[in-house]
């Protein structure tokens, strides 16, 4: 009975009826240091005690999350406020679109042959420029005379005293001509002197220093098949390309759009060389000059193809005579010779003396040239079989070993004559409207 009414007493203060207010049981004044107060007069189990304090505090930290929650709200309420304005007043003083602002765009890692080939470009594009050949035409209706574009190309600046080269069929039969830089500045371009048979020529123009940027200059007589190399042009003035590749094949031969005449030692390359990229530079992996871009061979008649290109040793020698001179002086034998295809008839090998006029180096030195006799039956000139040596089969060969000799060399020219062989000392001449 007595622990009943213990523990009817322990348990009053936290029981409560549905309809009735609990009440807190009397305190009672004790003889102890602290309030009597503050302590109800009964005294509490240890488990009850902690249940207690834990309660109290469990309260004292929920007001303490409820304020910081509070405080919490308002900054970051205060933030996003900040942020907003600070986004908009970004977005009034850019002048971006409104979708654009939003795009986050991660920086690209790029390779390390990737970032040589960017710097490549971006180096060597300065020196390549856009050349517009313009035609005179009358206007059938109102007779007016104009200047229409009747082609292009691409070149590249060789020096600082504004020399641009390119090829020769760029610029053939153009009335004026005119060269766009990088920045589309655009100059008058005057022609310094071309070789027809090489299909280089050299303009000039008269623009500030800051714009002329020399390409840098390469040797082409070191490359190897498979060595990679890079075509830059600038088709129809739009913007500039390139194209990689390698080298597919050295010491090609081609013909000269201009005149037929062969070009030797051609550098092959799959770099695609699109139309309007005629006279631009190919360049090794190291950004320098190693041929012209000429020439596209396909078969099946489309733009794509086998590209060519013209060495720049063979164009350094050009230029710098086209610079100093106006003109190439080459030394030629000064004949005129038969078709090929006419001496294989005769069922013969080697080139067919013409004409040798008696004012030319073959003519001084006694070459015998084709003509008829008193019956007006065909006399045979001398058929040439080889000079200093070497082999002559056709015409190419001959202008081949030319090619290899200076104006003044003394060749030893050995001819067929009739049924017999002679050797004939000839001493070359620069003349340039003969072979």
């Known amino acids: 009975m007595a622990a009943y009414s213990l523990l009817s007493t322990l348990s009053s203060p936290f029981s409560r009826s549905p309809n009735r207010t609990p009440k807190l049981p009397p305190l009672s004044l004790t003889s102890t240091s602290k309030p009597s107060f503050l302590f109800p007069t009964r005294k509490l189990s240890l488990p009850s005690l902690h249940s207690l304090i834990f309660n109290q505090s469990k309260n004292s930290s929920n007001n303490n999350s409820s304020n910081n929650y509070i405080v919490s709200s308002a900054f970051d309420s205060f933030f996003i406020l900040c942020t907003s304005l600070a986004l908009s007043f970004s977005l009034f003083v850019t002048d971006v679109g409104a979708a654009s602002a939003f795009v986050v765009t991660p920086p690209r890692k790029l390779q390390s042959d990737e970032l040589a080939t960017v710097r490549l470009f971006q180096e060597n594009t300065p020196s390549v420029v856009y050349i517009t050949n313009l035609a005179v035409r009358q206007d059938a209706f109102t007779l007016d005379v104009l200047e229409v574009p009747q082609g292009s190309g691409s070149g590249f600046v060789w020096d600082t005293d504004g020399h641009i080269v390119t090829n020769y ?15 589309q500045t655009t100059y008058d371009a005057k022609v310094v002197g071309f070789d027809q048979d090489k299909d280089v020529a050299v303009l000039r123009v008269d623009a500030p220093k800051d714009k002329l940027r020399p390409i840098p200059i390469g040797v082409s007589a070191d490359l190897l098949v498979g060595q990679k190399v890079y075509a830059i042009g600038n088709p129809f003035g739009l913007d500039h390309t390139l194209t990689t590749g390698v080298i597919s094949g050295l010491r090609r031969e081609i013909s000269s759009a201009a005149t037929g005449r062969p070009i030797q030692d051609v550098i092959q390359t799959d770099a695609a060389i699109n139309p309007g990229n005629s006279g631009g530079p190919l360049l090794d992996s190291s950004g320098n000059l190693i041929g012209i871009n000429t020439a596209i061979y396909s078969p099946s008649g489309a733009n794509s193809g086998v590209g060519f290109s013209i060495p720049v040793d063979t164009v350094s020698g050009i230029v710098d005579q086209l610079v100093k001179f106006g003109k190439v002086t080459r030394p030629i034998l000064g004949i005129k010779f038969a078709p090929d295809q006419s001496v294989e008839q005769l069922g013969v090998s080697g080139v067919l003396v013409l004409d040798a006029p008696a004012n ?4 001084k030195a006694g070459l015998r040239p084709t003509k ?3 019956y007006g039956r065909l006399v045979l000139g001398d058929i040439i079989t080889s000079v200093n040596g070497k082999k002559v089969t056709n015409g190419s060969d001959l202008y081949r070993i030319l090619d290899q000799c200076k104006v003044g060399d003394k060749v030893t020219v050995e001819v067929l004559r009739g049924d017999h062989k002679e050797k004939i000392p000839v001493i070359l001449e620069p003349t340039p409207d003969e072979t």
Not at 171 to 183: E, N
């Open 169 to 183: 069929h760029v610029i053939r039969g153009a009335s004026d001509l005119k060269v766009t830089f990088a920045d």
């Open 360 to 363: 030319g180096p073959a003519g």
């Open 372 to 374: 008829r006799d008193a």
